[in-house]
């Protein structure tokens, strides 16, 4: 049975009579009693009792009514749902994130929960290096990286413009100090984040190149333990700006400037290239590019294009990457 059979059924049943249903719906009388045929060979059941003149149902008739009223109700719930779905008065946006990049999710989020505020949003943590696989495997639509993984497989926006940040209680003796070299750090105590990640590699890479030792000797496992933990005065931390920002304003930490560890970084969105992006998804994304028009740097909104990929105005855009 399908769905136009049950209306067709249900119209007889409300109207009590083949030719009123046939009116009912612009058809002809002997349509009718051919779908109403159909129906009973599908369910194996006669319907409506022919020797009565009334159109009443049969047993199997009234049990099979109150199914069909309750599928096309269900029907047009979800025919509900998805307009809502389309207009943005439901939907649920999923984003990976470590928690780094987490920090620049918040005031995206903020904007975008004032302009979809019946949109619910899920940020789920998710190790750098895994989250790629986990965009692959559709844990989430939408990830933020530090870093551009294959694109070949993913579209990359470029979205936020961060630096690394040498940090000291104001107390340290380095704190009054206008610019340090790399190598007035050699006997620092250094507090280090213990998850391996590439800007981890690039800070012993640059400390080897300049001979100069890095004594991690503290490893914790979240950046909100260094700072506090750098606030009490023990050692210094490298950290991305973006994270220590605040504390930076309120002037619990300060910042130490040093040329050799002027390391920019760029963290971007990413999702699968070939992804049809949910309305939701989308509305994120259009979020994000107001959001840079209005806050300007370190904000901003650029898509960035795969080797063998024309420019955006010489190449049809994939479905669902409309944003």
């Keep these: 049975m399908d769905l136009n059979q049950l209306e067709t059924f249900l119209a007889v049943a409300e109207e009590r009579s083949f030719s009123r249903a046939a009116v009912r719906l612009h058809r002809t009388q002997p349509a009718i009693s051919q779908v109403i045929r159909k129906l009973e060979q599908s369910v194996g059941e006669t319907l409506f009792d022919r020797a009565a003149r009334d159109g009443s149902l049969t047993a199997a008739g009234v049990l099979l009514r109150d199914y069909a009223l309750r599928l096309l109700a269900l029907r047009r719930e979800a025919a509900s749902a998805l307009g809502e779905l389309k207009s943005l008065e439901r939907g649920h946006l999923h984003v990976g994130a470590n928690e780094y990049t987490c920090m620049y999710l918040l005031p995206a989020i903020d904007a975008f929960r004032r302009s979809f505020p019946h949109i619910a949003v899920t940020v789920h943590r998710t190790l750098a290096s895994q989250l790629p696989e986990e965009l692959a495997r559709r844990s989430f639509e939408l990830g933020v990286l530090s870093f551009r993984p294959d694109p070949e497989q993913f579209r990359t926006i470029a979205v936020y413009g961060d630096s690394l940040a040498l940090i000291a209680s104001p107390a340290h003796p380095l704190a009054r100090a206008p610019r340090v070299s790399i190598r007035d750090l050699g006997n620092e105590v250094f507090i280090a984040h213990n998850v391996a990640s590439p800007l981890r590699s690039r800070v012993i890479e640059t400390f080897e ?115």
């Design 209 to 323: 190149r300049y001979r100069t030792p890095l004594n991690m000797e503290i490893e914790l496992p979240t950046i909100e333990a260094i700072k506090l933990f750098v606030a009490m005065g023990n050692g210094l931390a490298l950290a991305p700006h973006l994270t220590v920002a605040r504390e930076l304003e309120t002037g619990a930490l300060v910042r130490v400037p040093v040329d050799e560890l002027e390391i920019q970084r760029v963290l971007r969105l990413v999702h699968r290239r070939q992804a049809m992006l949910s309305y939701a998804a989308r509305a994120f994304l259009r979020t994000l590019r107001k959001l840079a028009h209005q806050q300007g740097p370190p904000f901003y909104f650029q898509v960035e294009k795969a080797g063998n990929e024309r420019t955006r105005e010489q190449r049809k855009r994939a479905p669902g990457t409309r944003y």
